[in-house]
């Protein structure tokens, strides 16, 4: 096993995860639940970890973890021509009915 990615936040080493699981790769998750030990742990070491399965796929999981790392953050939101919801533009599909957003109209 080789960990790939500490991020500063669960949320943001799940997607990272399922990224990486979109390429086949398989990952381990560490430290989920350390958050609650920040204070008595240096804060880094509460961090959550994402670790790949099999050092094999390192390459393409440094693809995947540098595309992760340099994707923006976009304002504004996107209407889903599916059911009219609005997502956050840098959402891929509507939050509410999983529909493509992609083509919506942004707000």
Known sequence: MKRVY???DLVDARLLADALAGERIRTH???ASAIGAMGDLPFGETWPEV????ERDLPRA???VAAHAARRVL???V???ACGEDSPSNFD???QC???IAAGAAR
């Open 6 to 8: 500490s991020a500063s």
């Open 29 to 31: 998750l560490f430290n």
């Open 51 to 54: 670790w790949i399965d099999d």
């Open 62 to 64: 440094r693809d995947v």
């Open 75 to 77: 304002p504004g939101s």
């Open 79 to 81: 209407r889903c021509a």
């Open 93 to 95: 599909c509507c939050w």
């Open 98 to 100: 999983g529909g493509d």
